[in-house]
């Protein structure tokens, strides 16, 4: 069973940077794409960006292209979110998964089979 153990989740304020790490606990990961997602107050989880097992392909959601970056360093099994010009309507837990379909580059929930526990990102002044 993978484990993934987000962090770096905090306050910030409007305009402001974070960078998201999530942390896999079976290597097995670096073979498939990884992904996060995030859920707001109120509402379902969405798609926030995917990238492939390489690191060759990323797909963002349209709200965050051009602020975010998703990353990853197999060497260390761990997957980043770097998130810059931060908003209120970021706000929200943030989730990092991975999926278990080899060769599938995905932004459906459906196809991730592993998810970690979530980290709080609050944007407000």
């Known amino acids: 069973q993978v484990q993934l153990v987000e962090s770096g989740g905090r306050l910030v304020q409007p305009g402001g940077s974070l960078r998201l790490s999530c942390t896999a606990s079976?290597?097995?990961?670096?073979?498939?794409?990884m992904g996060w997602f995030r859920q707001a107050p109120g509402k379902e989880r969405e798609f926030v960006a995917t990238?492939?097992?390489?690191?060759?392909?990323?797909f963002y959601a349209d709200s965050v292209k051009g602020r975010f970056t998703i990353s990853r360093d197999n060497d260390k099994s761990t997957l980043y979110l770097q998130m810059n010009s931060l908003a209120p309507s970021d706000t929200a837990i943030y989730f990092c998964?991975?999926?278990?379909?080899?060769?599938?580059?995905?932004?459906?929930?459906?196809?991730?089979?592993?998810w970690g526990q979530g980290t709080q990102v609050s944007v407000s002044s």
């Open positions: 998964a991975s999926a278990n379909i080899p060769g599938v580059t995905t932004t459906l929930q459906s196809d991730y089979a592993y």
């Open positions: 079976d290597r097995s990961v670096i073979s498939y794409a």
């Open positions: 990238i492939s097992w390489s690191g060759a392909k990323t």
